[in-house]
């Protein structure tokens, strides 16, 4: 047999891409824990190692105590940045190569009535002002990624269908923001990048879960899940995949701002409590919520769970019901989808552990028993961390998968 | 930079394998289409392809009136058995290594009433009869697929909490027909194996499919679905993925077998149908069942479809809600997995086209118009074949892989 293509680019960028994605991924390590988990000659994984550090992208670091070198990503070879946008907030983060926030801005937006044109220019603005506090030169940035709330054409950069945010359907982000910066710009949906950033940082960093399959439900306003299997999001055929808000309840005529009824988004979702929280307070129903209404304080998340702590019937009603809308959808999807995991984040996760809770009951009593037998049900801990450093995970994923390390390795040592 | 480790036997397996597979799925190819897929130099490719066609796996195909050789599987170098057992038949099936039926046979079995042992007997004298009507020797055969109705564990190769055979629970298929056969045996779910099918050589088969996401669900007795993501059954976390026909109808509280209430199976099986023909026919409701009643015919899927096809408005009605239910259930499943196909087959499917009429309106209805925009739901076309096939391309799949041709070539040569 003749011997394989040396000179192929494809075998050379495929192999440092593997080692780094080990590297990454497991880091720090010793050179023989690459050896062993790539099952590559201990030449070879040296050699690439040695051409790795020479472009700056690993370094080694000797444990305390110890005399071996271990290896690791150069986390400050370069920077990325975060964007999350939301309906109503702005958020903007400097990370380093391991998505750790070095330094953040943010501030209000009115995604339903701005143009993308003003909030993307705010988006740059304060992208400059992260470069400039942190001294960065033109070429330290390895990208920019960019959450947002709307189903997203991965490919191309672009939301597509925005429920809530007309004027975005279809606007270039992607390009948009190419044109200021020479750096690659991603673009997706915000709940997906939030899954990234529980697979890397957060409740799904262990690593069963980093191989297996788990969602991100994000439940707030809106209703949403990233599917994350076998540590890499899943956007379905046309990137809509994870709108759980918009699933029907059945039977449940509510009308839902999407022009259909019974949608979870619209029984259970933020809007949907808080105007139970208000009907419950000028009913009579709760004494909690009747004062906190006088006092002026605002009927959401946090008050609800307040009450529910003091006792107050008509609140703890409420947080298991919302609880038990949303495990009850949730519970179908345990069913067909058989998840390790479920973290769940946003507005909500203020009602408190009870909601937690009542989430939890409604997917045991309703899904399989296999189906449950080792399934975790638990809150994210990122809070408000969670998006934009997704945001910045969804960058290094792309510009170190596989075939851009081989790509990257020869830009940087041209 | 120091050379790869060209005798590193992962790499050889790894680029035999990758070729292979290639021909597999888009064969009959030309050598410069492999370097075209493969992004491998022509020297490599003839070189493997040499070694591929040296121990019997590949072989030559000249298309008409051409003069350029072209690369296919050598079908015939060797044999899988495809086994498919239901609740209440068992086929097994001999296929050629492009998973083409060459000979079949089967028999009525009773899954809750007969012991594993009893049945796995039978598949065992099955399969012997088989191999001798082919005149095969003891190592034509390169595997033995099992697809059987229940969750599997899939590395263990045993089925586990099956609904309705509680004697197959954890029960060691695989090491049982091991011990008969010096080949691997397969176990798995038979709604994946039935995905497997519609992938490689029914309605799932166009490329676009083949690496897109698409289901695959089983409506009969039982309701299943098989998920294919990037051309690979996804099995969750315990093998339980796609077990929709527990999945809950919100209010319903039919009883189910299960033990729990409203179960899109116990609302919407085969038997619950023919429960509802029944009353129909008694209660006077539909003239159409009620006179096949008396001719002593069985009011199942076939009879609702011709009193349908007459005009018999009860017969309609229950055609038409059978669908809404199942319809209903995967408009859900279809907003949060966003897939590209959904293929129907089961018995239901005999209540005809407008069952699946039925099953695309409530989708349209009720998924969001994202999700719904290039979605395709059609009925297999695979008949009965389906089960047996896939079982024998889940073998193919396994022994076929990256890893596995390296180790088949040194073994074949050996």
């Known amino acids: 047999m003749t011997e394989l293509d040396l000179d192929d680019p494809v075998n050379v960028s495929t192999t440092a891409g593997r080692i780094f994605k080990i590297i990454r991924d497991h880091g720090p390590l010793y050179g023989k824990d690459i050896v062993r988990r790539t099952g590559l000659a201990k030449s070879t ?37 975060g964007v999350a946008l ?25 995604l339903v009535r701005e143009s993308p044109e003003k909030v993307l220019n705010r988006v740059i603005s304060y992208a400059r002002e992260l470069e400039q506090r942190a001294g960065l030169g033109p070429s330290a940035l390895f990208g ?18 925005p429920p809530v945010m007309p004027g975005w ?10 044109q200021e910066f020479t750096c690659p710009v991603f673009v997706d949906n915000d709940v997906n990048v939030m899954a990234l950033a529980e697979r890397d940082k957060g409740a799904a960093s262990d690593l069963a879960y980093r191989k297996g399959s788990f969602l991100l439900v994000k439940a707030g306003t809106g209703i949403g899940a990233g599917i994350v299997i076998n540590g890499e999001i899943y956007r379905g055929a046309k990137g809509a995949a994870g709108d759980i808000g918009h699933i029907g309840i059945d039977g449940d005529g509510t009308l839902c701002r999407c022009g259909n009824t019974g949608c979870l988004e619209a029984v259970a979702g933020g809007r949907a409590l808080a105007a139970r929280a208000q009907a419950a307070a000028r009913g009579d129903r709760s004494p909690y919520l009747a004062e906190a209404l006088v006092r002026g304080e605002a009927l959401d998340a946090e008050a609800l769970a ?20 949303l495990g009850t959808v949730l519970a179908k999807l345990v069913n067909f989808f058989n998840p390790s995991l479920i973290v769940i984040s946003g507005g909500l ?8 809770a009542s ?26 961390r969670g998006a934009t450093m997704g945001a910045a995970i969804l960058v290094l994923d792309e510009v170190f998968s596989h075939r851009n390390v081989g790509m990257l390795m020869r830009k940087i040592s041209d």
């Open 306 to 325: 307040r009450g529910a702590a003091c006792g107050d019937e008509e609140c703890l009603r409420l947080v298991a019901s919302a609880g038990a809308y």
């Open 45 to 81: 994984v040296s050699a690439y190692v040695d051409r790795l550090m020479s472009v700056g992208l690993l370094r080694e670091e000797i444990p305390d105590g110890m005399k071996r070198r271990k290896l690791k990503v150069a986390e400050s070879a370069g920077y990325v940045v």
């Open 169 to 178: 359907d279809r606007f270039p982000v992607a390009s948009f923001l190419s």
């Open 144 to 161: 920019i990624g960019f959450g947002l709330p709307s189903p997203v054409d991965y490919s191309h950069g672009v939301p597509v269908n």
């Open 349 to 356: 996760t203020n009602l408190g552990e009870r909601f937690i």
């Open 86 to 110: 939301g309906q109503s907030h702005l958020s903007v983060a400097l990370c380093d190569l391991e998505a750790e926030i070095i330094d953040s801005v943010g501030g209000p937006v009115d």
């Open 359 to 384: 989430v939890r009951e409604s997917i045991y009593s309703r899904s399989t028993p296999l189906a449950t037998a080792d399934l975790i049900v638990k809150k994210s801990t990122l809070a408000g």
